[in-house]
């Protein structure tokens, strides 16, 4: 256990500095360096959340949560439907058709994604009325013919409300052949999630006029659920079909939005690790200015050390008193990191619209992204280890200048003193 004396001594070694001017600039710049370095860390991870949230509710707006997939053979979806809605931490559930056709306006033609939805259920895609750009669910009349059309996709093909546009759906007759049906839908309004999967490739229309479409009669492609906790659907939907099984059942495919949509999060966790490596070796950078100001030290306390070495302090109690000058300037520039970094990710939406006023510029065009503020989600867990890693290369940058002090031989030192 350190000593009073030992960390008294350390402490006023400390505030000497201020006679070596060099020496106080060079701790100042270590200080202000770990700061720098470990609040835009925070602030990075914390916007880079943002972006992934938003990035999740975009998604999960038209897929919802999960989905158990019961195929165009399956006749019973029905039973399934009112199991599942009655199976603990699902909130929500509505079965759906899902077909590909081509949509046609004049000369333009484009691949699409037919969604058949019921409007009139509680669904798990309920939260995409506020993505509506004119028009409603409502309008999805069954036998109307109504379609709302991904935004992306209305301005490919150039139509807007009112207009009709040209649906071809494959479908294959009970000999098996492959043909087509061709439909008239007129466009009930557009929608923008803000994700190109769906802006692009989307059109929702009534269940039944989907099902009608592709020749599917009373059955349904799947139903999507909606949980209570997004991040629990995957065990939510394994429970489910555990319980569904345990009667001697067939398990059916299910899929969740962790599946469905792998590859966009994996690149976001990519992009997170990067940026933190690249982000720490600012502090890294402050770690190496902390050497170099105990070297300083110790290269101008070395009769002192000397001096203590005489009266009995031992090459431990050295060690302790200059690894704890560097750990104060390292935890002090942590401190004012954490302090600074959780500040700014807390006020980025005033923050970041001040920076474009004063610098003429915009960090997000809204001709280029879909979201024109920048989100943010400051997440206790990225403190704390943030904190830690700054932390701890703040305290193996004074194990060498430490031992340097320890190694300090009394005899030599003041032979000459």
Do not use: C
């Not at 989307?202 to 999507?224: F, Q, S, Y």
């Amino acid at each position: 256990m350190m000593r009073p004396a030992t960390a008294w001594i350390a402490l006023r070694y400390l505030g000497a500095q201020r006679t070596n001017q060099f020496a106080s600039l060079v701790a100042l710049a270590s200080v202000i360096g770990v700061a720098l370095g470990v609040a835009a860390l925070i602030v990075v991870l914390s916007v880079m959340n943002g972006f992934e949230n938003e990035l999740r509710s975009r998604l999960v707006a038209i897929t919802g949560h999960g989905a158990v997939i019961t195929g165009a053979g399956e006749p019973a979806w029905r039973e399934i439907l009112a199991d599942i809605q009655g199976f603990p931490g699902v909130e929500s559930a509505a079965p759906y058709v899902e077909l590909e056709a081509m949509v046609a306006v004049g000369g333009e033609l484009a691949g699409a994604v037919i969604e058949g939805i019921d409007p009139l259920r509680k669904s798990p895609i309920a939260g995409l009325e506020g993505a509506l750009r004119g028009g409603t669910l409502a309008d999805l009349v069954p036998g109307a013919w109504r379609a709302l059309l991904g935004r992306s996709l209305a301005g490919r093909l150039g139509v807007g409300t009112g207009d009709r546009i040209r649906v071809l759906v494959p479908v294959r007759d009970e000999a098996g052949r492959v043909t087509s049906r061709l439909r008239e839908l007129t466009v009930a309004g557009v929608f923008e999630v803000g994700v190109r999967d769906h802006d692009a490739v989307r059109v929702l229309v009534n269940i039944g006029d989907a099902a009608a479409l592709a020749g599917l009669g009373d059955r349904v492609t799947g139903i999507r659920l909606q949980t209570t906790d997004i991040f629990a659907a995957p065990q939510i939907l394994g429970g489910w079909v555990a319980r569904w099984t345990s009667g001697g059942r067939s398990a059916p495919v299910t899929t969740d939005w962790t599946r469905d949509n792998a590859t966009y999060f994996r690149a976001v966790r990519i992009e997170k690790t990067m940026m933190t490596l690249l982000l720490s070796l600012i502090v890294a950078v402050a770690a190496f200015n902390i050497v170099a100001t105990l070297v300083m030290v110790v290269t101008d306390k070395r009769p002192g050390i000397a001096i203590l070495r005489t009266l009995g302090f031992s090459r431990g109690a050295v060690v302790a008193m200059f690894a704890l000058q560097g750990v104060l300037i390292g935890w002090a520039g942590v401190l004012m990191g954490v302090a600074g970094g959780a500040l700014l990710a807390t006020n980025i939406g005033s923050v970041a619209p001040a920076l474009e006023r004063l610098f003429g510029f915009e960090f997000m065009p809204a001709d280029v992204y879909y979201l024109t503020a920048l989100p943010a989600d400051l997440e206790t867990g990225d403190l704390l280890w943030v904190s830690v890693i700054a932390l701890g290369l703040t305290a193996l940058a004074t194990i060498y200048p430490a031992l340097r002090a320890a190694a300090v031989a009394p005899a030599e030192v003041l032979r000459y003193e």
